[in-house]
């Protein structure tokens, strides 16, 4: 790799990539005028390439998107011998899912304790990866700053099993915490089951799983900020802190409000796999979130209808909010996630 | 959204040095740093050690500890000897390696194949193509249709449950596109002037080229199917065909004891040191592998962080 490209730092979301070189550009559009059969000749093995990733989503991803009408069926899963049988066989009752879901108080429970978990950890999870990689931007000695970051990166790619065991092992009630203070005579706290202080709980773990993670993105903005203005700064009499607030936080801007943006789409969501491991434990008033609801209303139970209703209906507003967020962003003159190209 | 960066020779280089302008940090600054990032690397380490060390300690120094042990006073190796003489963890763990060997191989395969095939603008329906799969991103199926699907096609209590729901992602074959969009377009067609074909200029030039993105995206991957354990509760009803993740959470967080083969656990060594040992070899293969690709997250092109 030539060194110029090893000096470039992409910071690749989920888009298409900025349009190649103008060049190229003007040379695919002479390309896209040849007659339709001149371009499958050439391009035919880009098509085959294509080809068994385009159908393995359409298999797993599209045709389960088109499965989401189970919502508007009373589905009975013994229909016939496969889901397509049971699914043409179950009769339809209109709304009646989506009347049922909003009449239960549990449904409005989980909807509760997802948006309260969500605002919760945007206060006091989303501003941690920014100054943990403004921290980690001031070390000087490479090594150290090499070292560091192996290690916080690292629970990252743990699983929720392993992250909720290494917890349930340091914090408790037969953890090393527990341990510790029960030798010194102290009654230890009860942190893994107490419902109310769960949301606590799981930001933490949140927190230790991917605060680590989450510098990457910052860093590699930290890293493209034109020193220059510092020096600048720092000659007009600009101090550490006057400086930080004048050149690294606007130089952070886009990427914080690209973050806010998914995290706001994404609002409905706040993992399932970390709350279906702790539900039985803390209970299910506290631990209930919309995914939860949906695995325990539908599959633990059998009611497929039910549970479909409830994953359309977080997924129909996931969708109008991240349209709403990007739009947001678009009007204050931010690049945000997508644009008309 | 793609920032494409170029820092120019003004760019701040760890290890070169405070620059001159730059005033010394005071000593209250300096010691907040410090104890802040000793937090978070401790944080990290010591539940590491803890469990490292006791699931290589005797029943003595446990009992002696009063359960988990912080300072070793001796190895022993038996509760690895146990759980890798045949049992259920053993079987999950070769499991494991068989979904994540193979489902790896198979995602950066098609990954790679579609990424290609993809990056190419003004190719036949290449629009299209690509509309197709960013929309995913925006539309996405619940669980419930996606349960009834893998199983309609036949996948319930297969290992290929682990494998085709999640063989391909979006967010990483965008990782991969990008990449090969910023190989020099001339390289490509000098080696199509001298007629060689799609598959062979992918072969010979795009994929040599390319070592750090395959290695960061085939890490992504891998380190997916070792940690399945939600697809494995709801598709995976056989104890044979278990992975490990299914295992570590009925041993530690449902409190199952581990069946071992034949040996009657709670004899020797106690059932703590075999919990650790799970705990260590399901963590083993991560913190092993991961070292070596992460140079590749900041040296290597690419920074696909945000969906994670």
Known sequence: ?341 | MTLTVRSGGSRRRPGSGRPAWEEEPGPVAQAGKGVVLTAVVLAVLVPLWVVLVTSLSSRQTINAAGGLVIVPRDIDLSAYRIIFSGGQVSQALLVSTMVTVGGTAFSLVLTVLAAYGLSRPGSLGHRGLLFYFLLTFLVYPGLVPSYLVVTGVGLKNSLWALVLPSAISVFNLVVVRAFFQNIPAELLDSARIDGAGEFRILARIVLPLSKAVIAVVGLFYAVGYWNAWFNALLYIDDNEKFPIQRVLQSFILAGQTPQTSGTTVGALPPTLAIKMAVVVVTVAPIALVYPFVQRHFTRGVIVGAIKG
Not at chain 1, 13 to 32: D, K, L, N, V, Y
Not at chain 1, 48 to 73: E, I, K, R, S
Not at chain 1, 262 to 276: C, H, I, K, T, Y
């Open chain 1, 1 to 341: 790799m030539s060194s110029d490209q090893a000096s470039r730092t992409h910071v690749t979301a989920e888009q298409p990539p900025a349009e190649p070189a103008p060049a190229r550009r003007a040379g695919a559009q002479r390309r896209q005028r040849a007659p339709f059969r001149a371009r499958l000749r050439r391009d035919w093995p880009l098509l085959v390439m294509v080809a068994p990733g385009a159908l393995l989503l359409l298999v797993f991803h599209y045709l389960p998107v088109l499965g989401n009408v189970v919502a508007f069926q009373d589905y009975n899963p013994y229909l016939g011998d496969s889901s397509l049988q049971a699914l043409l066989g179950s009769p339809w009752i209109g709304l009646d899912n989506f009347r049922d879901l909003f009449a239960d108080p549990a449904f409005w429970d989980a909807l509760w304790n997802t948006l309260s978990i969500t605002a919760f950890q945007l206060v006091f999870f989303f501003p941690l990866p920014i100054a943990l990689a403004i921290i980690l931007d001031s070390i000087l000695s490479r090594r150290l700053r090499g070292f560091v970051q192996t290690v916080v990166y690292l629970p990252h790619f743990f699983s929720w099993v392993l992250v909720v065991t290494f917890f349930v092992q340091m914090l408790g009630g037969a953890g090393l915490l527990a341990q510790k203070l029960r030798d010194a005579g102290i009654q230890p706290p009860d942190i893994m089951t107490n419902p109310d202080t769960f949301i606590v709980l799981v930001t933490a773990e949140s927190v230790w799983k991917d605060i680590g993670w989450g510098t990457i993105v910052f860093l590699a903005a930290l890293s493209a900020i034109d020193t220059n203005l510092y020096e600048a700064a720092a000659v007009d009499g600009a101090d550490r802190w006057r400086r930080l607030w004048h050149i690294t936080l606007p130089g952070l801007r886009p990427v914080i409000v690209l973050l806010l943006i998914l995290r706001l789409g994404d609002a409905l969501s706040v993992g399932f796999e970390q709350f279906l491991l702790q539900r039985d434990a803390v209970g299910r008033q506290a631990a209930e979130v919309l995914d939860t609801f949906v695995y325990y209303q539908s599959i633990a139970t059998g009611d497929y209808g039910f549970g479909a209703a409830a994953g359309l209906f977080k997924a129909a507003v996931g969708l109008v909010l991240i349209l709403a967020a990007n739009k947001f962003a678009h009007v204050l003159g931010e690049r945000g996630v997508y644009s008309r190209s």
